[in-house]
């Protein structure tokens, strides 16, 4: 793969000032005010700091970042055209919320789980595709009944069971080296965002003992595994454990020491577990953590906003590890609900969320969303690992349980290998591959001419500004400025070409424009 | 996408083998049989003088017996109906009776008859040839195209615009080529088929869209882009229009005419054969006139537990076809010095021929012993690296590891095995791998060097 940039963080050049009426689609005349605690903590730094934030961004680009960011959707042409026309002060709050309750937030926060649990049938870790149905749907079935964040992780660290029908228990299984300091880094890393190769050998060596005796055994039945307590792979004179704290204690022999690890983790007065969950959430969210990256909180690798993170620690503790709650009150807040358009070139403006940061879309929700547009579907199939896996074809591509099934497109588009549980797995830079591939490809190309989707809205006899404005509606979801309308009609104009192919051509060049691509 | 096309077997039929092969394996080597052959004396390393490496990957495990290390003594049993051999131009040397073509070039390659790995899955086994390593310490390395074209790509001068990894036609799928260097380092899959009316590369090859039409789309896009011009200079733009440049470059320009496999003589393309394996022999001659460094071929159709006989006399005659003239071609032109041409899949098969149902003369997994043809960029031609036994069951001389075949591309490319390779940890992992722990090997094949 050929890669141009570093995608990262977006910069811009001292140089360049935008010209206002260039902002116009995308933001509106408010300024960030303290409405909520999240954004006096944000202003208040900024203030410090000198930096001038974004403006809010306009209603237009609110649906579509809700949608997008909250169900990993895009609204439909109804919601695009009638959001900003509604009079409701309290629109955009009402709409995170329903957003909020809706099957698509679970459908898509379990692929960032599933990400960060590494659920996928095989390769370096051998899941198996039964047991990475079953982990999928048990981990979607959470996130749907919002279950406390503190539940989640102990049924994960502490269960005993089938690979089928203990689902939780694939957490175990899904750590390559399956020896203790392996599953002691790998439950470091996703409860505690942090990166035990970095402490001391001692202490992973003693938190380790933690998961000494976690078993494992196969069953009569093809391909399952149970996981399990072996009290006999450890000797009584090594049971002495340190938590990651440095705090020693002498397992008592009858209980399962995962529980006791548990017990400490999940301890409200533990600083690490709550600060990893909400941190990796804003950086979700936001696309940068407080603690930035968010899988590697540590000493020397300060939050740039220490008093917004604690804050969102009590939050999340308070309301007894309520992860929707996290969402909604990043959500609600007036900094998520910035412009992504900058109005300050200071280099820290990004590090203090001056403004919303755009980032491509991820692999698979570029592709539900193409799909979506077209009114097409993609077919997935695998015939390794056994037993063969057929995903129906109405399934959206961000439901896919398993990781590793084999797709050009996703791979192609930064799908996370799900070897590693580290947020830099999931890359969305571009590429001129990608570029080729959504500009000229047979694939692209073909849903866009042949699917039903586009050509529902474009049918011989409406009128070309009906027709561009309901393309807009689809794709940006918003309607064209008065100057995007008149090159799109010139462009219709039947002395340039016929109306079918200008307006698949109109919908094609949208499908390409950065708007699109990215979150913004 | 990039889905398998041949493994549909019974349903527990890998298991199956898994189980029941491993007790006759004998997968480990004693110390004192493995160091049958000693390393060629000392000299000063050569010159690396290969530039590219075509790997031509036989996906399902080709049998070595059949292919490149004959058993004719052992009968049908073994053998089914190969039992005579095809003499070669170098003395001594014989190849299955169904690749004549390729006996004729066998001063051009050279074939290691004694790869071995000890593993039965498909994925753990493609994973272990193409990385060399075998796994369990929790990383997953890349393969060899990914370190050889992130090293001898962009960052080693080539500055084309094809991409420095190419697989045609499609992915290899599950098995990930670039582990953890992650997906800056994994490759460009073309797609399309070589031997359709047309090569239609996803993305280069425009198909049904006319050129002045492309032009027009490229002209609306750059006018309706207006998030792009409101954020003028923000470097995620800037990146976004390099590529949209580059692949403009690629679709209008010269750069894409590579795989217009049209600007070839007809002659020439008979020659390779006009099959999907054939025409891919022939597009990856031209990307790497082109300078590509690493280009794959993945070759599906080995994995043949039911009646292997039968998809061999499909299978080998492409194979003789297509890379005997992909040998003769590099050759003739003053490529074949600097293209190493690499031919493996993931395991041999079982010398004994499972005549039983389901598998009515079929051949299963067998980690034990696979063979390769190597060729080209520095390798001697017209030697035979390590043996077997009688019914090429075990090898019995000169063991060869993956890993050691790895290390030699690195020494013919240049590689420096202990460059550090970006690891998304910081971890600083070397790029060449490190000897098995569980299997004796006799090293390098500094021999064919």
Same mark, same amino acid.
């Given at each position: 793969?050929?890669?141009?940039?570093?995608?990262?963080?977006?910069?811009?050049?001292?140089?360049?000032?935008?010209?206002?009426?260039?902002?116009?689609?995308?933001?509106?005349?408010?300024?960030?005010?303290?409405?909520?605690?999240?954004?006096?903590?944000?202003?208040?730094?900024?203030?410090?700091?000198?930096?001038?934030?974004?403006?809010?961004?306009?209603?237009?680009?609110?649906?579509?970042?809700?949608?997008?960011?909250?169900?990993?959707?895009?609204?439909?042409?109804?919601?695009?055209?009638?959001?900003?026309?509604?009079?409701?002060?309290?629109?955009?709050?009402?709409?995170?919320?329903?957003?909020?309750?809706?099957?698509?937030?679970?459908?898509?926060?379990?692929?960032?789980?599933?990400?960060?649990?590494?659920?996928?049938?095989?390769?370096?870790?051998?899941?198996?595709?039964?047991?990475?149905?079953?982990?999928?749907?048990?981990?979607?079935?959470?996130?749907?009944?919002?279950?406390?964040?503190?539940?989640?992780?102990?049924?994960?660290?502490?269960?005993?069971?089938?690979?089928?029908?203990?689902?939780?228990?694939?957490?175990?299984?899904?750590?390559?080296?399956?020896?203790?300091?392996?599953?002691?880094?790998?439950?470091?890393?996703?409860?505690?965002?942090?990166?035990?190769?970095?402490?001391?050998?001692?202490?992973?060596?003693?938190?380790?003992?933690?998961?000494?005796?976690?078993?494992?055994?196969?069953?009569?039945?093809?391909?399952?595994?149970?996981?399990?307590?072996?009290?006999?792979?450890?000797?009584?004179?090594?049971?002495?454990?340190?938590?990651?704290?440095?705090?020693?204690?002498?397992?008592?022999?009858?209980?399962?020491?995962?529980?006791?690890?548990?017990?400490?983790?999940?301890?409200?007065?533990?600083?690490?577990?709550?600060?990893?969950?909400?941190?990796?959430?804003?950086?979700?969210?936001?696309?940068?953590?407080?603690?930035?990256?968010?899988?590697?909180?540590?000493?020397?690798?300060?939050?740039?906003?220490?008093?917004?993170?604690?804050?969102?620690?009590?939050?999340?503790?308070?309301?007894?590890?309520?992860?929707?709650?996290?969402?909604?009150?990043?959500?609600?807040?007036?900094?998520?609900?910035?412009?992504?358009?900058?109005?300050?070139?200071?280099?820290?403006?990004?590090?203090?969320?001056?403004?919303?940061?755009?980032?491509?879309?991820?692999?698979?929700?570029?592709?539900?969303?193409?799909?979506?547009?077209?009114?097409?579907?993609?077919?997935?199939?695998?015939? %390794?690992?056994?037993?063969?896996?057929?995903?129906?074809?109405?399934?959206?591509?961000?439901?896919?349980?398993?990781?590793?099934?084999?797709?050009?497109?996703?791979?192609?588009?930064?799908?996370?290998?799900?070897?590693?549980?580290?947020?830099?797995?999931?890359?969305?830079?571009?590429?001129?591959?990608?570029?080729?591939?959504?500009?000229?490809?047979?694939?692209?190309?073909?849903?866009?001419?042949?699917?039903?989707?586009?050509?529902?809205?474009?049918?011989?006899?409406?009128?070309?500004?009906?027709?561009?404005?309901?393309?807009?509606?689809?794709?940006?979801?918003?309607?064209? %400025?008065?100057?995007?309308?008149?090159?799109?009609?010139?462009?219709?104009?039947?002395?340039?070409?016929?109306?079918?192919?200008?307006?698949?051509?109109?919908?094609?060049?949208?499908?390409?424009?950065?708007?699109?691509?990215?979150?913004? | 996408?990039?889905?398998?096309?041949?493994?549909?077997?019974?349903?527990?039929?890998?298991?199956?083998?898994?189980?029941?092969?491993?007790?006759?394996?004998?997968?480990?080597?004693?110390?004192?049989?493995?160091?049958?052959?000693?390393?060629?004396?000392?000299?000063?390393?050569?010159?690396?003088?290969?530039?590219?490496?075509?790997?031509?990957?036989?996906?399902?495990?080709?049998?070595?017996?059949?292919?490149?290390?004959?058993?004719?003594?052992?009968?049908?049993?073994?053998?089914?109906?190969?039992?005579?051999?095809?003499?070669?131009?170098?003395?001594?040397?014989?190849?299955?009776?169904?690749?004549?073509?390729?006996?004729?070039?066998?001063?051009?390659?050279?074939?290691?008859?004694?790869?071995?790995?000890?593993?039965?899955?498909?994925?753990?086994?493609?994973?272990?040839?193409?990385?060399?390593?075998?796994?369990?310490?929790?990383?997953?390395?890349?393969?060899?195209?990914?370190?050889?074209?992130?090293?001898?790509?962009?960052?080693?001068?080539?500055?084309?615009?094809?991409?420095?990894?190419?697989?045609?036609?499609?992915?290899?799928?599950?098995?990930?080529?670039?582990?953890?260097?992650?997906?800056?380092?994994?490759?460009?899959?073309?797609?399309?088929?070589?031997?359709?009316?047309?090569?239609?590369?996803?993305?280069?090859?425009?198909?049904?869209?006319?050129?002045?039409?492309?032009?027009?789309?490229?002209?609306?896009?750059?006018?309706?882009?207006?998030?792009?011009?409101?954020?003028?200079?923000?470097?995620?733009?800037?990146?976004?229009?390099?590529?949209?440049?580059?692949?403009?470059?690629?679709?209008?320009?010269?750069?894409?005419?590579?795989?217009?496999?049209?600007?070839?003589?007809?002659?020439?393309?008979?020659?390779?054969?006009?099959?999907?394996?054939?025409?891919?022999?022939?597009?990856?001659?031209?990307?790497?006139?082109?300078?590509?460094?690493?280009?794959?071929?993945?070759?599906?159709?080995?994995?043949?537990?039911?009646?292997?006989?039968?998809?061999?006399?499909?299978?080998?005659?492409?194979?003789?076809?297509?890379?005997?003239?992909?040998?003769?071609?590099?050759?003739?032109?003053?490529?074949?010095?600097?293209?190493?041409?690499?031919?493996?899949?993931?395991?041999?098969?079982?010398?004994?021929?499972?005549?039983?149902?389901?598998?009515?003369?079929?051949?299963?997994?067998?980690?034990?012993?696979?063979?390769?043809?190597?060729?080209?960029?520095?390798?001697?031609?017209?030697?035979?690296?390590?043996?077997?036994?009688?019914?090429?069951?075990?090898?019995?001389?000169?063991?060869?590891?993956?890993?050691?075949?790895?290390?030699?591309?690195?020494?013919?490319?240049?590689?420096?095995?202990?460059?550090?390779?970006?690891?998304?940890?910081?971890?600083?992992?070397?790029?060449?791998?490190?000897?098995?722990?569980?299997?004796?090997?006799?090293?390098?094949?500094?021999?064919?060097?």
């Amino acid at each position: 793969m050929f890669i141009a940039t570093n995608g990262g963080q977006s910069r811009i050049k001292p140089s360049v000032v935008t010209d206002e009426a260039l902002r116009k689609p995308y933001e509106t005349e408010e300024r960030i005010t303290s409405k909520t605690q999240i954004d006096f903590l944000v202003l208040k730094k900024l203030r410090q700091l000198g930096i001038e934030p974004s403006r809010i961004c306009s209603d237009e680009v609110f649906v579509r970042r809700a949608y997008l960011d909250v169900t990993g959707t895009l609204p439909t042409i109804v919601e695009s055209r009638e959001f900003p026309e509604e009079r409701s002060p309290n629109k955009r709050r009402e709409l995170i919320e329903n957003l909020l309750e809706s099957e698509a937030f679970s459908n898509y926060w379990s692929l960032h789980f599933c990400d960060l649990l590494r659920v996928k049938a095989e390769y370096p870790v051998d899941l198996w595709p039964n047991a990475t149905q079953a982990y999928e749907r048990w981990i979607r079935t959470a996130i749907r009944a919002n279950m406390p964040y503190d539940q989640f992780a102990r049924q994960l660290l502490t269960s005993s069971g089938s690979n089928f029908r203990t689902p939780q228990v694939n957490f175990y299984r899904a750590i390559p080296g399956r020896n203790p300091i392996d599953i002691a880094k790998t439950v470091a890393l996703i409860f505690m965002g942090t990166r035990a190769e970095k402490w001391p050998s001692a202490l992973l060596q003693r938190m380790s003992t933690f998961f000494s005796q976690v078993g494992y055994k196969s069953t009569m039945e093809w391909k399952e595994e149970i996981v399990l307590r072996d009290p006999t792979k450890l000797a009584p004179r090594d049971q002495t454990c340190l938590f990651p704290d440095g705090k020693a204690i002498t397992l008592p022999p009858e209980q399962d020491p995962r529980t006791i690890f548990a017990d400490w983790l999940v301890s409200p007065h533990n600083p690490w577990f709550a600060r990893a969950a909400v941190n990796r959430i804003w950086y979700w969210l936001l696309g940068r953590g407080i603690v930035n990256e968010p899988d590697d909180i540590r000493p020397d690798n300060p939050a740039s906003n220490p008093e917004l993170l604690s804050y969102l620690e009590r939050e999340f503790v308070s309301s007894r590890f309520d992860l929707k709650h996290i969402f909604r009150l990043i959500l609600q807040s007036t900094t998520y609900q910035l412009a992504s358009i900058p109005r300050s070139i200071d280099p820290k403006a990004a590090a203090n969320f001056a403004s919303y940061p755009i980032r491509r879309l991820e692999a698979e929700v570029l592709l539900d969303a193409i799909n979506d547009i077209t009114g097409t579907n993609e077919v997935y199939v695998s015939y %390794t690992p056994e037993p063969y896996t057929w995903v129906p074809t109405d399934q959206r591509t961000v439901q896919l349980a398993d990781g590793s099934i084999t797709s050009a497109f996703l791979e192609m588009f930064g799908r996370p290998s799900r070897d590693s549980s580290l947020s830099i797995e999931r890359t969305n830079e571009v590429s001129t591959d990608q570029r080729l591939h959504l500009l000229n490809s047979s694939h692209i190309n073909g849903k866009i001419l042949y699917g039903p989707g586009l050509n529902a809205l474009t049918p011989s006899g409406k009128k070309p500004e009906n027709i561009i404005t309901d393309i807009y509606l689809r794709i940006l979801s918003r309607t064209p %400025t008065e100057d995007e309308m008149k090159i799109g009609l010139e462009y219709s104009s039947p002395k340039n070409s016929d109306p079918k192919s200008a307006a698949m051509d109109i919908a094609w060049a949208l499908i390409n424009s950065a708007e699109f691509l990215y979150r913004h | 996408m990039g889905r398998r096309r041949d493994d549909r077997g019974q349903l527990t039929r890998r298991e199956l083998v898994k189980y029941g092969a491993y007790g006759a394996a004998g997968m480990l080597f004693c110390a004192d049989e493995a160091s049958a052959q000693t390393a060629a004396p000392a000299q000063a390393p050569p010159k690396p003088k290969a530039k590219s490496v075509i790997q031509i990957w036989m996906w399902g495990g080709p049998c070595h017996i059949d292919t490149f290390d004959p058993k004719p003594k052992s009968g049908a049993a073994y053998s089914g109906p190969y039992v005579t051999p095809a003499s070669t131009n170098v003395d001594g040397m014989q190849v299955c009776q169904m690749l004549p073509l390729l006996a004729k070039q066998a001063d051009k390659y050279s074939l290691i008859r004694s790869m071995t790995h000890g593993d039965y899955g498909h994925e753990t086994a493609a994973y272990v040839v193409q990385t060399g390593h075998t796994g369990g310490d929790g990383q997953v390395y890349p393969g060899l195209g990914s370190i050889v074209s992130l090293i001898k790509g962009y960052n080693g001068g080539y500055k084309g615009l094809i991409p420095p990894y190419v697989v045609l036609t499609q992915l290899q799928g599950r098995f990930s080529e670039s582990g953890f260097l992650g997906n800056r380092a994994s490759p460009f899959a073309t797609g399309g088929d070589p031997n359709g009316g047309r090569f239609v590369v996803e993305g280069i090859t425009t198909d049904g869209i006319t050129e002045l039409r492309q032009r027009n789309r490229r002209d609306l896009l750059q006018r309706l882009n207006s998030l792009e011009h409101a954020m003028k200079g923000d470097s995620a733009m800037l990146a976004l229009g390099k590529c949209e440049t580059n692949s403009y470059d690629l679709m209008l320009g010269d750069a894409g005419k590579v795989f217009d496999l049209s600007q070839e003589k007809d002659a020439v393309r008979e020659g390779y054969g006009r099959n999907t394996f054939g025409q891919s022999c022939l597009a990856a001659r031209r990307l790497v006139e082109q300078g590509v460094p690493y280009v794959t071929i993945n070759y599906p159709g080995w994995d043949t537990h039911k009646e292997h006989f039968q998809a061999m006399q499909n299978l080998l005659p492409q194979l003789d076809k297509g890379l005997s003239t992909l040998l003769i071609e590099l050759s003739e032109r003053g490529l074949l010095d600097t293209t190493i041409v690499w031919c493996s899949g993931e395991f041999g098969r079982t010398p004994l021929v499972a005549m039983e149902e389901p598998w009515n003369g079929g051949r299963h997994h067998w980690g034990p012993v696979f063979a390769n043809l190597i060729a080209g960029g520095g390798f001697k031609g017209g030697h035979v690296l390590g043996a077997t036994g009688p019914r090429g069951e075990e090898v019995t001389d000169r063991p060869v590891h993956p890993s050691d075949l790895i290390h030699s591309v690195f020494t013919l490319m240049g590689i420096d095995p202990d460059a550090t390779l970006p690891h998304p940890q910081g971890l600083s992992l070397p790029a060449a791998p490190p000897r098995p722990k569980n299997i004796q090997t006799a090293g390098p094949i500094v021999e064919l060097i």
